[in-house]
């Protein structure tokens, strides 16, 4: 049986705790009076030598000691933790009651109750009421160290869910070191079943009641169809027990065949904002990409290396990896290599501001659709000495890739952009505004490529993005730096992100900006918390702490500037910008200079010339 069956017993009359346990104490009394009589008058004569009115007195004695019990708190004391101190709240509520009642009788001139009786009666129902919460103490501890026997490392866990993914996950984890003492589920036809042996204990209610949690070390979410908010419910539910909350796999890592039912996981954030999955037009993607050669800038980062991994489900040609870092290239180079072997992949190191190697590999593999997700795109880092290579790895580099996808021929070039792109207040989102414009001018030259740009916020688990930081803080002790308490960021999940890129590269016309519908804002600090809570601790042992915004840092982000407005697509998660604004006849020649010219490479200058750029652009 699992650990803890005792306690699960228990826990299944907890609605009608204290009726039963006044019962059972006044149950004890009454085996006590009769005891005490055996004791006085000897088996022969325990029953002939009492008084008539008898019964009576035994009806007024339980009267008495169930309302000094009361006033004393002893039914609301947890047998299974019964102590010393307990044990002396009980004599003295035997002493006062066994006193009351022998004055009573005393009063009352009822001369047929022997002395002796008044006088042991408490005494007995003393060592009655201790024997009886001491073998519930045993059985709770005898029945904890037969769990810590069986279970070295002691992980004990309440399922929540009781639907066939918690039978395979029970099936699968009770043979690695785990203990499942119960299902918890809202179904109230499944309470009181069992599943793969298991009992289902009663309704997710339950994780608000810290006895039914107690000797627990894990709760697991068993949920992978579930929806987004039904999901976002339940972890607000078990983020209250302060006990870590893990999760199986969700439905896409199941089916992309990423990870298994009995693989549990700790909570990641896009469990906890409870968004949507994107519902793919697969028929528009897979004939965007299916037996086209596809090419992916900055493949191994964030966002490019989940791009390839989407692209690659939709059976492409060939995939060109271009990417900078030799490390990140690899990584991605052996993931898609071992999940897709038969797809022919190119591994190009290179760089987008170097246009001579970027004409090369086009006119050599010739893409038909690229992907240009190479970028520097950590705010605070590029707000410094970095200023003037955001400008020539974010626009320049643009405008390099655009440019030889434009003179190979490629049919579709799709530029990654960002929401800090719009009223931009940091030299990042400058540069990415600066791309955009660059996509457009060249929309309007280059009629043989649609060239496209795609908007979206904050992605999660990205890396240098806050989540990741945020779990590493959490990981240390704390605490957990927040720049701002105010402090709102749009967010979507990588996976999601990617599918929307590739749903808007099959929709779009040429010149067109997409935005990607994030949702709404989330609050940085909330965030902050409830991964804290997710994990087992309260803000006092891991608290938030408030560092002040950064260089070039907004407290909100916007998708739209002020002068655009929006049409809607065949998507409903995605929608065009129509951007308004003309820009100077000179301005790619004034870019290209800016970007090519060393002498601007202090921050303060660099500043001046976005401005000429990017209009809109205001540094904080």
């Given at each position: 049986?699992?650990?803890?069956?005792f306690?699960?017993?228990?826990?299944?009359?907890?609605?009608?705790?204290?009726p039963l346990?006044?019962a059972?104490?006044?149950?004890?009394?009454?085996l006590?009076w009769?005891?005490t009589?055996l004791?006085r008058?000897?088996?022969?004569?325990?029953l002939?030598?009492?008084p008539d009115?008898d019964?009576p007195?035994?009806?007024?004695?339980l009267?008495?000691?169930g309302?000094?019990?009361?006033?004393?708190?002893v039914?609301?004391?947890?047998w299974?933790y019964?102590?010393f101190?307990?044990?002396?709240?009980?004599?003295?509520?035997?002493a006062?009651?066994?006193?009351?009642?022998a004055?009573?009788?005393l009063?009352a001139q009822?001369?047929g109750?022997?002395?002796?009786?008044?006088?042991?009666h408490p005494?007995?129902?003393l060592?009655?009421l201790?024997?009886?919460?001491l073998?519930?103490?045993m059985?709770?501890e005898?029945?904890r160290?037969?769990?810590?026997?069986r279970?070295?490392d002691g992980k004990r866990?309440?399922?929540?869910?009781?639907g066939?993914?918690?039978r395979?996950?029970?099936?699968?984890?009770?043979?690695?070191?785990?203990?499942?003492?119960?299902?918890?589920?809202d179904?109230?036809a499944?309470?009181g079943t069992?599943v793969a042996g298991?009992?289902?204990?009663?309704?997710l209610?339950?994780?608000?009641d810290?006895?039914?949690?107690e000797?627990?070390t894990h709760?697991i979410?068993?949920?992978?169809?579930?929806s987004?908010?039904?999901?976002?419910?339940?972890?607000?539910l078990?983020?209250a027990?302060r006990?870590?909350?893990?999760?199986?796999?969700s439905a896409?890592e199941?089916?992309?065949?990423r990870?298994r039912?009995d693989?549990?996981?700790?909570?990641?954030?896009?469990?906890?904002?409870?968004?949507?999955?994107?519902?793919?037009d697969?028929g528009?993607?897979?004939s965007?990409?299916?037996?086209k050669v596809?090419l992916?800038?900055g493949a191994?980062g964030?966002?490019g290396?989940?791009?390839?991994?989407q692209?690659a489900?939709?059976?492409?040609?060939?995939l060109v990896?271009?990417?900078l870092?030799e490390?990140a290239?690899?990584g991605?180079e052996?993931e898609?290599?071992?999940?897709y072997p038969?797809l022919?992949?190119?591994?190009?190191?290179?760089?987008?501001?170097?246009?001579?190697t970027?004409q090369?590999s086009?006119?050599?593999?010739?893409p038909?659709?690229?992907?240009?997700?190479?970028?520097?795109?950590?705010?605070p880092?590029?707000e410094g000495d970095?200023a003037?290579?955001?400008?020539?790895?974010?626009?320049?580099g643009?405008?390099?890739?655009a440019?030889?996808?434009?003179?190979?021929g490629v049919?579709r070039f799709v530029l990654?952009?960002t929401?800090?792109?719009v009223?931009p207040?940091?030299v990042m989102g400058?540069?990415k505004?600066?791309a955009e414009?660059?996509?457009?001018?060249?929309?309007a030259?280059?009629?043989?490529?649609r060239?496209?740009?795609v908007?979206?916020?904050n992605?999660?688990g990205?890396s240098g993005?806050?989540?990741?930081?945020?779990?590493?803080?959490i990981?240390?002790g704390?605490?957990?730096t927040?720049?701002h308490?105010?402090i709102?960021?749009?967010?979507?999940?990588?996976?999601?992100?990617s599918?929307?890129?590739?749903q808007?590269?099959?929709l779009?016309?040429?010149g067109?900006?997409?935005?990607?519908?994030m949702g709404?804002p989330?609050?940085i600090a909330?965030?902050?918390r409830?991964?804290i809570r997710l994990?087992g601790h309260?803000e006092?042992?891991?608290?938030v702490?408030?560092?002040g915004?950064?260089?070039g840092?907004?407290?909100?982000?916007?998708l739209l500037?002020?002068?655009?407005?929006?049409?809607p697509t065949a998507h409903?998660?995605?929608?065009?910008?129509?951007?308004r604004g003309?820009?100077p006849?000179?301005w790619?020649?004034?870019m290209?200079r800016?970007?090519?010219s060393?002498?601007i490479a202090d921050?303060?200058?660099?500043r001046?010339?976005l401005?000429e750029?990017?209009p809109?652009?205001?540094p904080?």
């Open positions: 049986m699992p650990s803890l069956t306690d699960r017993s228990l826990n299944r009359l907890r609605r009608f705790r204290l346990v006044v059972a104490d006044l149950i004890v009394v009454a006590a009769n005891v009589y004791f008058l000897g088996f022969e004569r325990w002939s030598a009492r009115y019964g007195v035994l009806g007024a004695v009267v008495i000691y309302a000094v019990f009361w006033a004393a708190g039914p609301r004391a947890v299974r019964a102590s101190p307990e044990i002396q709240r009980l004599a003295l509520a035997c006062a009651a066994g006193l009351i009642a004055v009573v009788v009063m009822l001369v109750i022997p002395r002796a009786v008044l006088a042991l005494i007995v129902t060592m009655g201790s024997l009886a919460r073998l519930v103490r059985l709770h005898r029945a160290a037969r769990s810590a026997g279970d070295a866990a309440v399922v929540l869910g009781a066939e993914a918690a395979l996950l029970v099936a699968g984890i009770q043979h690695r070191g785990w203990t499942v003492e119960g299902l918890l589920d179904d109230r499944k309470h069992r298991v009992p289902v204990l009663g309704g209610e339950l994780l608000h810290a006895e039914a949690l000797g627990l709760l979410l068993a949920m992978p169809s579930a987004g908010a039904q999901r976002k419910r339940v972890l607000e078990a983020a027990s006990l870590p909350v893990l999760t199986v796999p896409d199941l089916r992309d065949g990870s039912i693989r549990v996981r700790d909570i990641e954030p896009e469990d906890v904002l409870g968004r949507e999955p994107v519902k793919l697969e528009g993607v897979a965007l990409v299916s037996g596809v992916v800038t191994g964030s966002i290396s989940e791009l390839c991994r692209i489900r939709f059976g492409p040609s060939r990896l271009f990417e870092s490390f290239l690899y991605i052996q898609i290599s071992e999940r038969q022919p992949l190119v591994r190009l190191i290179g760089d987008v501001k170097d246009l001579a970027l090369r086009f006119e050599r593999w010739r038909q659709l690229v992907f240009h997700a190479a970028a520097y795109k950590h705010v880092l590029m970095n003037w290579l955001a400008l020539r790895n974010n626009t320049l643009t405008y390099h890739a440019l030889a996808a434009a003179q190979a049919e990654i952009s929401d800090k792109a009223n207040t940091n400058a540069s505004r600066a414009m660059v996509v457009s001018h060249l929309a030259t280059q009629p043989g490529t060239f496209i740009a908007r979206f916020g992605v999660l990205s993005s806050v989540i990741p930081k945020f779990k590493e803080q990981a240390k704390g605490p957990v927040v720049t308490p105010q709102t960021r749009y967010f979507m999940t990588i996976p999601e992100a599918q929307l890129v590739l808007a590269a099959a779009a016309d040429s067109q900006v997409f935005v990607l519908d709404e989330v609050t909330d965030l902050a409830e991964l994990t309260t006092e042992e891991i608290p702490v408030f560092t915004l950064r260089p840092e907004k407290l909100y982000e916007e500037a002020d002068a655009d407005t929006t049409l409903p998660r995605l929608r065009i910008a129509q951007l003309d820009r006849d000179d790619m020649e004034r290209l800016y970007a090519e060393a002498d921050p303060a200058v660099l001046a010339r401005r750029l990017v809109e652009y205001r904080a």
